[in-house]
């Protein structure tokens, strides 16, 4: 890589949720899963490659395939199937867009607490092919703890399903956690029931600014013990943090702001704020606020679009131990003091957004220095997006090392002839 | 008898393991002829007490090189029959490696053993502030690595989830012998999630060595009540109105007349034994909240025709309503000499109807029925009362089970909420999936099992030259 890392052209992700990387010779935007069935029937017939496509928002995640091939856009099958609110499943298409969604399930006042970057357009089948997941997996978990239930459709043409309509159930192999992040590779996904949640009554944040690491993970170690039990637990530094609306600006300084998020009935939220301050006071931690209403919207807002920001050089997303976040943050601004970060602390998840390096030095700072690092703590670092090209496989993914194989069997029996989105993910039926 | 074709690799195996850890004469094996499904029974060839990852690595390439049928066992407790040893073989059986290997609360996780039982997790945790979350009634007996293989649930999933949502990482001895790990402590490994896959796969897919589960904090606070109604209907109706209040208790389990009557005479709790069926309902979480969702739950119960809602008094009350809960089954030997319990799904707002259909099964097979079970998930477990000595008991209670079951399914539910597929439930799956499910299921068995000597005949339903065809019950231990 290294030298063969060009800029990419940004003038086509200038708008970021109708860019559009892939090489396709022709699209199909099948009206329903017989339709869908029908294009990977005629895609794998004539032995070409299918992307699927949701909102298009995460076409920048994973490698730039290089097979021209169909793209098959699943933003017509959107239908909501069935919502027994009462039993508190809901079975949708999967190009459904999270708002769709959400608003659908707001009428009941529930929802599904799992956020992905820009939901008026991002679907929940992209969502759960990318395994996108926000800030609040902390307090609710992540996509796979969501979906009871799919169905989707082969290379062949054939749909499959698992699961089912309750809540629980352990009928058959867990295909729905098989499908989850697995980005396409397995089968297009065309239907996903899914547990909700009552949305709570409240949501706020407690901010404190950090003047430097050690004080952070101090407060970080703190909330494990902690009495309260927040949904988030945030770490954000950097430039692009400095100043928010929400957040204010922050102190000539400081390092950076901890933002813990408290959701529950009011009285809930209440009790935590002040629990949760009068446990900073005892770690002597200066300035703290509390943030709610509509600049609590905003700063949830924010926190999600984070990680999907265009532009970069590099985004990298790296998962240590949550007692290493801090030292992680410290490695990541070594390698670029203008670097932003976002971490998902409680669940040790460090996006790091990269500005201040040429294209030449990514592959230095990301394979000698960055990975390496999260590698010795028993992590992993992979890219989540980059407006430089030139990445091979192992320098996105970092390799996922004896599981390989193993991945591997799985797609040869699934897509052996390695059409469906091919070369983009960790691994292909013929390589990792 | 051993098989005489087997001598040889029982001698190979008490070389590797030595003789204190293999078991090969016929009055030990009898007791690993069959688990907590007891309607089907057939001995295992050798059992074997592995005490090393590598140690079951070393089984397993053996048994591939003599063609040998290998499958785990944790305690034995499955009721599916997930560890009949179908067509015998070598069963490894992992209650000598029961060591909890870390506990780091930093990270909040614990690396454990499969043999680890699951309650000494739990106890060993004590005083940490946090616990492991998936608490089957079978707890105290059960093993960790039989809970993965099962993706075991219990009274707290309705709120806290299964064990698939507890596991982080696991290392495996797969098929072919080779030790894998997926996942471990650090969360979202890349590539796809093989721990996902694995947990609830019944041992068929690989052999579960090491097991990272997350560690849950515990509650601050916990209210206990007892709601006592006067019919099935309006027990059922309250748990529609608890959930359709969004509100999400931590545990929501129904007794009905029939089992209370038991448990009574087993604990002492001071159950009315003229209600028709007890609601037992457990909120937790921070004080702030909890007082207030009491209120709430004992306002929803008396409308929907509770006589009564109790609370628990303290903290010993709570614990002998639960004991009494999570020991019903074992109170059942007082009604019946034998039982056969149930397990099926169905969305919870289909109680009242499943119920009723239960009844009136019941009547037709003249069967008695009892039922204890997990109301919050609509999770049923009707328990089949018969005696097993009388063959043509058995044969309507079998009769019976599927019934009940098909219901489940026309009622848009499942078979199975925790117990498995096993060998039990494997003429259903042609009824809940579509022989084009099944072909991707096997897919993903060739994937990892492509030999099939890894837990054979279970789970999926055998493919026939013709395609997949169908093996009911009984006949398939003679294999």
Request: with cysteine.
């Amino acid at each position: 890589m290294g030298a063969t890392m060009t800029a990419k052209s940004t003038a086509a992700k200038s708008t970021a949720a109708v860019s559009q990387p892939l090489p396709l010779a022709e699209t199909h935007t099948p009206a329903d899963q017989a339709a869908l069935s029908a294009v990977l029937a005629d895609v794998h017939a004539r032995g070409v490659a299918a992307y699927p496509i949701g909102g298009g928002t995460s076409l920048d995640f994973g490698l730039t395939p290089a097979t021209p091939g169909v793209g098959i856009i699943l933003t017509s099958l959107k239908r909501v199937i069935d919502y027994p609110a009462r039993d508190m499943t809901v079975t949708v298409e999967a190009g459904i867009t999270l708002d769709a969604l959400s608003k659908t399930l707001a009428a009941e006042r529930q929802w599904l607490p799992v956020e992905g970057p820009q939901p008026h357009v991002a679907t929940l089948g992209g969502l759960m092919a990318s395994a996108w997941s926000g800030p609040r997996r902390y307090g609710y978990g992540t996509m796979r703890d969501y979906v009871i239930g799919m169905t989707a459709v082969d290379i062949r043409g054939v749909p499959f399903k698992a699961g089912g309509r309750v809540v629980k159930n352990v009928a058959g192999y867990d295909f729905c956690k098989l499908l989850t992040g697995s980005l396409g590779t397995l089968g297009v996904i065309s239907q996903i029931t899914l547990k909700t949640r009552p949305i709570p009554e409240r949501t706020a944040f407690l901010v404190c600014e950090l003047p430097n690491l050690e004080v952070a993970e101090r407060l970080l170690a703190a909330i494990i013990d902690s009495r309260t039990t927040p949904v988030a637990v945030e770490l954000l530094s950097g430039p692009m943090w400095r100043e928010h609306p929400s957040l204010g600006v922050l102190t000539p300084g400081s390092m950076g702001r901890l933002v813990v998020a408290l959701e529950g009935t009011t009285p809930e939220v209440d009790w935590m704020l002040g629990q949760l301050a009068a446990e900073r006071r005892e770690l002597d931690v200066p300035t703290a606020h509390v943030i709610s209403g509509d600049a609590a919207t905003r700063l949830w807002e924010t926190l999600n679009e984070f990680p999907g920001f265009p532009d970069a050089p590099l985004v990298l997303k790296a998962s240590v131990p949550p007692s290493r976040v801090t030292e992680f943050i410290a490695t990541v601004q070594a390698a670029d003091p203008k670097a932003s970060v976002q971490a998902h602390a409680g669940n040790g998840i460090v996006i790091a957004r990269f500005e201040g390096f040429a294209p030449g030095d990514i592959s230095s700072t990301v394979l000698g220095r960055l990975r390496p690092a999260a590698q010795l703590s028993g992590g992993s670092a992979i890219v989540l997006s980059s407006n430089v090209e030139g990445w091979t496989r192992q320098a996105w993914w970092g390799g996922i090392g004896a599981a390989a194989p193993w991945m591997q069997k799985i797609k040869q029996q699934f897509d052996p002839g390695n059409l469906l989105n091919p070369g983009r993910f960790a691994y292909d039926s013929t390589g990792a | 008898m051993i098989s005489p074709a087997l001598l040889p690799v029982a001698n190979e195996l008490r070389r590797l393991l030595g003789d204190e850890n293999v078991l090969a004469a016929h009055s030990d094996l009898l007791v690993y002829e069959c688990d907590g499904f007891v309607i089907e029974k057939n001995c295992p060839d050798v059992v074997v007490f592995p005490r090393t990852t590598e140690d079951v690595a070393q089984v397993v390439r053996l048994c591939n090189a003599h063609d040998v049928p290998f499958l785990p066992r944790g305690a034995g407790t499955s009721l599916a029959g997930g560890c009949l040893p179908v067509g015998g073989g070598v069963m490894i059986v992992f209650t000598r490696m029961k060591q909890i290997l870390e506990i780091n609360l930093r990270d909040r996780y614990a690396i454990v053993q499969p043999g680890v039982v699951n309650i000494w997790l739990t106890n060993a945790l004590k005083g940490t502030g946090y616990h492991y979350a998936p608490d089957p009634s079978s707890q105290g007996a059960c093993t960790i690595g039989g809970n993965v293989a099962t993706n075991s649930g219990g009274p707290h999933t309705l709120k806290y989830g299964v064990t698939v949502n507890h596991t982080l990482g696991i290392e495996a001895v797969l098929a072919d012998g080779s030790i894998v790990q997926f996942g471990g402590p650090v969360e979202d490994a890349p590539g796809l999630d093989l721990t996902g896959a694995l947990v609830g796969s019944e041992g068929t897919l690989a052999i579960v060595t090491k097991i990272w589960v997350r560690l849950t904090k515990n509650p601050e606070g916990v209210r206990t009540l007892l709601g006592v109604f006067d019919s099935v209907e309006d027990a059922t109706n309250s748990i529609s109105e608890i959930i359709g209040a969004g509100i999400i208790p931590a545990a929501l389990e129904m007794m009905d007349q029939g089992i209370l009557a038991a448990v009574e005479a087993a604990f002492h709790f001071g159950f009315p034994l003229d209600a028709q069926a007890i609601l037992l309902i457990e909120v937790d979480g921070l004080e702030a909240g909890l007082d207030s969702q009491r209120d709430e739950i004992i306002e929803l119960c008396m409308k929907t025709g509770a006589r009564e809602v109790r609370q628990a008094r303290d903290a010993q009350e709570r614990l002998l309503l639960w004991k009494s809960r999570k020991q019903a089954f074992g109170a059942v030997g007082r009604l019946s000499p034998s039982y056969c319990t149930q397990d099926g799904v169905v969305p919870r707002t289909k109680l009242p109807h499943i119920l009723k259909r239960i009844t009136e099964i019941s009547a037709k097979y003249s069967i008695r029925i009892v039922n204890v079970f997990h109301a919050g998930d609509g999770n049923i477990h009707p328990i089949l009362l018969f005696d097993e000595r009388d063959a043509e008991q058995v044969s309507r209670v079998l009769k019976a089970s599927d019934e009940i079951l098909e219901e489940c399914i026309s009622s848009g539910g499942s078979v199975t909420g925790e117990h498995g597929i096993g060998v039990e439930k494997i003429s259903l799956m042609n009824k809940l999936f579509t022989p084009d499910d099944l072909a991707a299921m096997t897919r993903l068995r060739v994937a990892f099992n492509p030999t099939g000597r890894l837990s054979p005949a279970k789970m999926l339903p055998t493919a026939g030259a013709c395609g997949l065809e169908q093996v009911h019950p009984g006949r398939r231990a003679a294999m």
